[in-house]
């Protein structure tokens, strides 16, 4: 036991500590606005606040056991925890309650966690392992890199929970261009991607989600439905200006105008009440973040770890702009969470797992002495 708390106090010592700093105060801020949001949800706040802090406290502690355990124990675990993965989507598509429409989470009585969430690791880690092992340089093997991914974008469409099959693909593009895919493979993906969309619309998705995008492109089309959302959004963006309203300030929220304030809007809620000021701020600790990530990646030595920490990258980076985008306008609502920011155990949970295997490549680049 004495081994493990000199390992790990080594460990902490060796870490990119600006990008810990980073994570720990968006996640700080998320508390304060989570607790902001809920104080208009039948005066939640507190309840609300409590529980994603403590969600942070297991989180962090969930980081520091990855960053003991290492990444390369991590990636030799790959293909077992890819199997699991693939079994727990399973099992959410069969056994999973339907909450809003969606089966997206297990678990028993009020402890639920949502394994969508936790797939992106194992993703992760399989594409790491995979694209290295099978360099992704000809068709057959950019073809087979594809198949892996493939698997859980199919099993998460099933719930349905188009976002997360979104989040899935691009962490794929990601680690593959990291691995070095020749831009025609790529090219010829997007091309036939971007024209599959009218197909898609027409014959793949639900009702709902048609009304997402036609919303989208014109919110007053049905401004007290689905267009609903967005408008008030974007007020509660647009009402912050320059400086904000002041912390606790926001009517958007406290007055119930906005949707599910401590969750999909909670970019809403933060600019109302901290302004453009605040979300420059924001913004720019998030390019920090994934700054560190990405440099992380460059100064390894080690393939797996490039395209590991290429795929963490794009996670982060996707969520944020998607979930920044809907909620003003610039993207459809997929009901993805604002890392670190949006009221969540699982997301809060898995991110930091992420970080910890990001922090692993980085304390090893460190002892070599980069």
């Given at each position: 036991m004495q081994d493990f708390w000199i390992r790990l106090k080594?460990?902490?010592a060796l870490t990119d500590r600006l990008m810990i700093l980073c994570a720990l105060t968006l996640s700080m801020w998320g508390v304060f606005c989570v607790y902001s949001a809920g104080a208009g949800i039948m005066g939640r706040g507190f309840d609300l606040a409590f529980r994603q802090s403590m969600w942070l406290l297991v989180s962090v502690i969930a980081m520091l056991i990855i960053m003991y355990v290492g990444h390369?124990?991590?990636l030799e675990g790959a293909y077992p925890l890819y199997g699991l993965m693939l079994l727990f989507l399973l099992l959410t598509d069969i056994f999973a309650p339907k909450v809003k429409g969606a089966q997206s989470w297990l678990g028993v009585g009020s402890l639920r966690v949502q394994p969508s969430e936790f797939a992106k690791i194992a993703i992760i880690l399989m594409m790491s392992k995979f694209l290295t092992r099978y360099p992704p340089l000809d068709i057959k093997t950019f073809l087979a890199g594809?198949?892996?991914?493939?698997?859980?974008?199919?099993?998460?469409?099933l719930q349905p929970d188009a976002g997360s099959a979104l989040v899935y693909l691009v962490i794929s593009f990601g680690m593959l261009v990291a691995a070095g895919t020749p831009f025609k493979f790529l090219g010829t993906i997007v091309g036939l991607g971007l024209s599959a969309i009218p197909i898609l619309i027409m014959f793949a998705l639900k009702e709902y989600q048609k009304n997402r995008i036609l919303v989208f492109l014109d919110p007053m089309r049905d401004p007290l439905g689905a267009g609903y959302n967005v408008i008030q959004s974007r007020i509660a963006v647009g009402s912050g200006g320059v400086y904000g309203k002041g912390y606790m300030m926001g009517t958007q929220s406290k007055l119930k105008f906005l949707p599910e304030p401590h969750t999909d809007f909670i970019f809403s809620v933060f600019s109302e009440e901290f302004g453009f000021i605040g979300n420059l701020i924001l913004i720019l600790m998030f390019a920090l973040l994934l700054f560190r990530i990405t440099l992380t990646g460059i100064r390894?030595?080690?393939r797996r770890c490039k395209i590991l920490t290429a795929g963490v990258a794009s996670w982060l980076w996707f969520q944020m702009f998607e979930s920044i985008g809907m909620s003003i306008g610039l993207t459809p609502v997929t009901g993805l969470p604002l890392p670190f920011l949006s009221y969540g155990g699982s997301s809060m949970l898995a991110i930091f797992m992420a970080l910890g295997?990001?922090?692993?490549?980085?304390?090893?680049?460190?002892?070599r002495k980069f």
């Open positions: 080594d460990d902490i390369r124990k991590m594809l198949g892996v991914i493939s698997l859980p974008v199919l099993l998460v469409l390894s030595k080690d295997l990001v922090a692993s490549v980085y304390i090893e680049g460190a002892e």
